[in-house]
């Protein structure tokens, strides 16, 4: 079982990333799925999630209207569109589903 998120790198303020949560040895699609983040010094906090169905996404407050979370089952794969990005959305990004927890990518908002 393994999630293995891609897409982070260097983005200049106002732009935007995809990210993406890529399975393998489960199905995302059985389960809901969860977008993380943590940056330097703070906690690790829950940004995005969407269960099994796609009728029910949820977004933090500090994301809502910038950030969409949406999901490819043919391909395993959970995806996280960031747009507007702003120097507080730097972090490490997780995704996690049925407590399992892929290793991060580094998203950094810098002029």
């Known amino acids: 079982v393994q999630l293995v998120e891609s897409g982070g790198g260097l983005v200049q303020p106002g732009g935007s990333l995809r990210l993406s949560c890529a399975a393998s040895g489960f199905t995302l699609g059985y389960y809901a799925i969860g977008w993380f983040r943590q940056a330097p010094g703070k906690e690790r906090e829950g940004i995005s999630c969407?269960?099994?169905?796609?009728?029910?996404?949820w977004y933090a407050d500090s994301v809502k209207g910038r950030f969409t979370i949406s999901r490819d089952n043919a391909k395993n794969t959970v995806y996280l569109q960031m747009n507007s990005l702003n120097p507080e959305d730097t972090a490490v990004y997780y995704c996690?589903?049925?407590?399992?927890w892929g290793q991060g990518t580094q998203v950094t908002v810098s002029s």
């Open positions: 969407i269960d099994t169905t796609d009728a029910e996404i």
């Open positions: 996690n589903a049925d407590n399992n």
